[in-house]
């Protein structure tokens, strides 16, 4: 008895860390993709060519859009299966095994790693900058202020939809679309859209600091000032009093501050 218990449990350690590897490669595939997919929409759609105007079937952006497309499908369908049979993201954190250490540890060093590229190549040249600062910090806060355990699942059910809005607003609006700010977009309404997306990104993920210290109000308290005044003291002290420039200058909460310090205060 004790050895087929003794099986199964190797089975099941075989299989988890065969879905974890799934999970890994799935995702790896989906970033590459999506990568290939918005360089690919940079393809002429339709043109004349020696007097003929060709539709968007004769496209040589179809084919590549059409695989793409698939294979962003197939890497979804892989991450969720891989995800439910491993359950990847929930390591308990007061668990004092060597090895649910080392695993935590990981994984707590992919979300720095994956949260800070967002913020760097995605957050910042896309929307306004106090507000894509206030969802990173509140996103670490999660984690380690909070230590809830697979707050990984809601951090990625936000950055993921978020991402993909903001990458595909600035790739319709630049003919090269780049990672860097040299290529940012101008475009107010565009601006705009991005900011309401990233402030319905941050306010669910306040929902979710709300939830789970509903009962300790303080600690709450504690969240808040640290994820959304704090970064406004720094912000409001760097611009008007040091006159240091942010990483960008556009955005909502850049034009009103500029607008209440310049215009109401007259400063």
């Known amino acids: 008895m004790k050895q087929e218990v003794h099986l199964d449990a190797e089975k099941d350690v075989k299989s988890r860390a065969l879905s974890r590897a799934n999970f890994k490669v799935g995702l790896v595939l989906l970033i590459i993709c999506a990568a290939f997919f918005v360089h690919t929409l940079s393809f002429p759609m339709t043109g004349s060519y020696g007097g003929v105007e060709n539709q968007w079937y004769v496209s040589p952006a179809l084919f590549p859009l059409s695989v793409l497309s698939i294979l962003m499908i197939l890497s979804v369908i892989l991450i969720i299966k891989a995800w439910k049979d491993c359950d990847y993201f929930n390591v308990p954190m007061d668990h004092s095994g ?107 993920l306040l929902l979710s600091s709300v939830i789970n210290l509903k009962s300790k109000p303080a600690k709450l308290v504690r969240v808040l000032m640290y994820s959304m005044l704090i970064p406004l003291i720094l912000i409001c002290i760097f611009s008007f009093v040091l006159y240091v420039p942010m990483p960008v200058e556009y955005g909502s909460v850049s034009s009103f501050l500029n607008y209440f310090v310049y215009e109401v205060l007259g400063v």
């Open 98 to 204: 060597a090895e649910t250490i080392n695993n935590r540890k990981n994984i707590d060093k992919w979300y720095v790693i994956i949260l800070l590229c967002l913020y760097v190549y995605v957050y910042i040249p896309s929307a306004d900058f106090y507000l894509v600062t206030c969802l990173f910090v509140l996103s670490l806060i999660l984690r380690f202020y909070l230590q809830l355990t697979g707050i990984w699942r809601w951090v990625l059910y936000v950055h993921i939809p978020l991402t993909i809005v903001l990458l595909s607003v600035r790739s319709m609006n630049s003919e090269a679309f780049s990672w860097f700010l040299t290529e940012s977009i101008v475009d107010e309404p565009l601006i705009l859209i991005n900011d309401l997306c990233s402030v319905t990104a941050l306010f669910l």
